[in-house]
């Protein structure tokens, strides 16, 4: 087990966003404890800006509008300016059916802004490179240092079956050195909406069960906390609004891992015959249909950038895992094209017996570009076509000529290359990863919290099918088979090609996953998006209209702010227009 994370690094709560959160027209200020010079002042935030250690006190109330079915998240900011550490405790009151979860807002170094991103897209100007707010700590009573500022992140969970109306909640904080007591107001209004699952548009993030090892000191499939840590972050991927799980029957890496996440145990007992055991499979796939997944997705059968060479696939050789060809070797290869035959079939066996063939969807190769790279991805989806023509794929791809040909059947572009697909009416989904920067959706580290919760309203307005990412909880290094400290170096030692925060969303907790602000506002986008198809609003709405590109939007939270609310103070008189 790593050594555990200082108390300055500290963070906590889980927010699912289903509301939204204002200001009464004239709000009350912040309460203090103490004289001046010497006091501790409380207020209330949304969950939509970050509580820096420097950012100064604000409001002392809050109006919050949430639908039912869903989850509403907002902040309890506190500033010490004593020269001595204070001890702060935080509950709620008239909440208790809300089922409150209070999490201490932790902080993690981000020692340099996202390159190519103008002042406009950053938050945390004036307060980074520093110290940024991120992982969501369950802590309700914490200990905070002199002249600095922190939060709480407070999550309610609004049952389907609440009555609608304003009822108020109050947040009770304790000054343990004072032995004194402040209560904040927040006025609650639950809409009358209730929030029906999303349909019809997949979510997938691409886990990483070696980080999970590498990070934790765990051994391989053999070791029951490996299935009980890795179990306990998918069921909070799937809380999360992500629906479709990775099964890493292959390893989908470049480089070559003495332990690679290959659940498919492969054999060789004479040279070119394959035997393939699917008892890790299966267990796996058992295993997240239990938490809840019923949509799958599995490995890519191409190397990623170039389709040029085949998946690294190993057999085991007594404790030893070893490819089964030389990395380099062409993926159109008499030795591939054979194995391919004898593993294909056998993966339609599988998925059929399992009842998994339909709900599935596979991949071709990761990230091919133009020119020749169209060219090989034409001739392995050839090879496909003719040894499993029950196989559709799909790819993360940008170039518009795969659309175009058909290549792929669900074609992935970046959110800066959907344009073109949107224009030529080809359906697709979006994804980002380290890129695009600047004015494009995104969400590292300092990209500001409205713009991530904007996402949902993007894929809903501009009709993706579906949205990708890769970085889950991939805490190794980059291309190296070690482990990193996600709680230092939120870029994995590969800053400035990966910006602060693009590699996870979750961090690795003692027991189990910690989340990160960025993962919860971007499930609130996604409930808003639950929201807008609850409500019957269609993407052509002209109070979408502003949401002209995935890099042409509102960005601020009054905009979010009075849109959401529009939305569930009427939902009735909305629906169908």
């Not at 790593?2 to 690094?9: D, E, L, N, T």
């Not at 030795?335 to 079939?345: A, D, E, I, M, S």
């Not at 599988?350 to 090989?376: A, C, I, R």
């Not at 344009?419 to 890129?435: F, N, R, S, T």
Request: proline content about 8%.
């Amino acid at each position: 087990m790593r050594k555990w994370v200082p108390q300055m690094f500290l963070a906590a709560t889980m927010l699912v966003g289903a509301g939204v959160a204002g200001r009464a027209e004239e709000a009350s200020t912040a309460k203090s404890v103490g004289n001046e010079g010497a006091k501790v002042s409380f207020w209330l935030e949304t969950s939509l800006k970050r509580i820096f250690t420097n950012t100064a006190p604000g409001a002392g109330d809050l109006q919050l509008i949430a639908a039912r079915n869903g989850k509403i998240a907002f902040q309890v900011g506190f500033r010490n300016e004593r020269t001595q550490p204070v001890h702060i405790e935080c509950k709620l009151e008239g909440a208790d059916d809300l089922k409150p979860q209070v999490r201490f807002v932790g902080l993690v170094p981000m020692p340099h802004f996202t390159p190519g991103t103008p002042r406009s897209d950053l938050e945390g100007l004036g307060s980074l490179p520093g110290l940024v707010p991120d992982p969501l700590w369950p802590l309700s009573n914490v200990e905070i240092g002199p002249m600095e500022s922190r939060s709480f992140w407070v999550t309610l969970n609004v049952p389907a079956d609440v009555t609608p109306g304003p009822r108020e909640v109050k947040v009770q904080l304790s000054l343990a050195e004072d032995k004194a007591k402040v209560e904040l107001p927040v006025a609650l209004e639950i809409s009358s909406l209730v929030i029906k699952p999303r349909r019809d548009f997949p979510v997938i993030h691409w886990w990483r069960g070696e980080a999970t090892w590498d990070y934790y000191k765990t051994g391989m499939f053999e070791d029951e906390r490996w299935w009980k840590l890795t179990r306990d972050q998918l069921k909070n991927m799937l809380d999360h609004g992500s629906d479709v799980v990775y099964v890493p029957v292959f390893f989908n890496r470049r480089e070559t891992f003495k332990h690679p996440c290959q659940l498919l145990i492969v054999k060789e007992p004479k040279p070119g015959v394959y035997e393939f055991d699917w008892t890790l499979v299966k267990r796996f796939s058992d295993m997240v249909k239990e938490i809840g997944f019923t949509q799958f997705e599995w490995s890519h059968l191409w190397i990623y950038w170039g389709v040029e060479n085949p998946m690294r696939i190993y057999k085991k050789e007594g404790d030893q895992y070893v490819m089964l060809w030389e990395p380099t070797i062409s993926g159109f290869s008499d030795t591939y094209v054979n194995f391919l035959k004898q593993f294909l079939p056998e993966f339609k066996k599988f998925l059929t017996e399992e009842k998994m063939l339909e709900t599935s969807y596979f991949h071709l190769s990761d990230e091919p570009g133009p020119g020749q790279h169209v060219q090989n991805y034409r001739r392995a989806r050839q090879i496909l076509r003719e040894i499993a023509p029950w196989m559709k794929v799909m790819d993360a791809l940008s170039d518009i000529e795969y659309g175009k040909e058909g290549l792929t059947d669900i074609p992935i572009p970046l959110v800066s290359a959907a344009q073109a697909y949107i224009d030529a009416k080809i359906p697709h989904w979006v994804y980002y990863c380290c890129g695009p920067t600047g004015p494009w959706l995104n969400r590292f580290m300092d990209t500001p919290l409205s713009k991530i919760r904007m996402s949902g309203w993007l894929f809903y307005r501009h009709e993706a099918k579906g949205f990708l990412h890769w970085g889950f909880n991939y805490w190794d290094k980059m291309e190296r088979e070690e482990a990193g400290d996600p709680f230092h170096d939120g870029s994995n030692a590969s800053y400035p090609g990966i910006p602060f925060g693009d590699p996870f969303v979750i961090y690795p907790g003692p027991d189990g996953p910690i989340d990160s602000i960025r993962w919860e506002v971007f499930a609130e986008s996604l409930q808003d998006y639950a929201i807008l198809q609850t409500a019957g609003i269609a993407p052509s709405d002209s109070m979408l209209a502003e949401l002209k590109s995935y890099a042409d939007f509102p960005k601020d939270p009054e905009w979010l702010g009075k849109t959401l609310r529009k939305v569930l103070k009427s939902p009735e008189g909305v629906a169908g227009r």
